[in-house]
């Protein structure tokens, strides 16, 4: 194993080869993380990523050493979800600052599983690739136009419609549009995100369930319990107090 990539003995045979195969491959980023938060494992475009030029500068540090606070503690907060509950994140599209463009912030399909080893118990592989919405073409540019207003306005009761003339397309273009890029139709993305966006409040606030539901658009708790549970795998409750166990 490269030593730039990663540091022998820290993972599982399986998670290596991943790191080795994807060791020096530019258009996907991929990290470990042990289960105290502390990276184990990265290949050069992650180290890129976080504007450090070697792993060595990355093996051995936390998130709040690399990425913004309000970045890092989402991170955390997703990894002791994996970590507690066991349900991956898959395709989460988040919006990141490039590191060859600190002013251009693009989009990425992030995933995370949780993996078991033998000698250092549980970690965290996540893998992040370009989802290619800032490229020029007109539907990704207006599949990013829908995206964002998603994400500005998830706790908003949003039409298909609306996010179609935000993307300049028709709702059937949009819905094809949407489904090549994450497997998932205009109106399930919506209601996905606005889950995202109430477990990261779980997560990191004590706020009460029921007004986590109201700030994310929810009609009432019990329809949160429902969507929440649909999307994440668990109960609000259930998923804050499995999360507060990681800490």
């Not at 050493?65 to 349900?87: C, E, H, I, K, N």
């Not at 994140?89 to 078991?116: C, F, Q, S």
Request: glycine residues 6%.
């Amino acid at each position: 194993m490269r030593s730039d990539v990663q540091r022998p003995g820290a993972a599982t045979e399986s998670v290596r080869l991943v790191l080795d195969l994807f060791g020096a491959v530019p258009q996907v980023m991929i990290c470990v993380k042990d289960g105290s938060g502390v990276y184990v494992g990265a290949n050069r475009a992650f180290v890129r990523r976080t504007r450090r030029r070697h792993a060595a500068d990355v093996i051995g540090r936390r998130a709040g050493d690399l990425f913004p606070a309000p970045l890092a503690a989402s991170y955390d907060a997703q990894d002791r979800a994996v970590l507690a509950t066991g349900y991956p994140i898959r395709n989460h599209l988040e919006v990141i600052a490039d590191a060859t463009d600190p002013g251009a912030g693009r989009w990425y399909l992030t995933t995370k599983v949780r993996h078991h080893t033998d000698d250092r118990g549980l970690l965290v592989v996540a893998t992040s690739v370009d989802a290619r919405l800032g490229d020029r073409a007109d539907s990704a540019t207006g599949l990013r136009a829908a995206i964002e207003l998603v994400h500005d306005r998830c706790h908003e009761p949003l039409r298909v419609g609306e996010l179609a003339a935000a993307a300049g397309m028709s709702a059937d273009r949009l819905e094809r549009a949407m489904r090549r890029t994450l497997s998932i139709s205009p109106k399930q993305y919506v209601l996905r995100v606005r889950a995202e966006r109430a477990a990261t409040l779980l997560a990191t606030t004590d706020d009460p369930i029921a007004r986590i539901a109201a700030e994310c658009g929810y009609y009432d708790q019990s329809q949160m319990t429902r969507q929440f549970r649909a999307h994440i795998g668990a109960t609000p409750n259930s998923y804050r107090h499995a999360v507060a166990d990681e800490q």
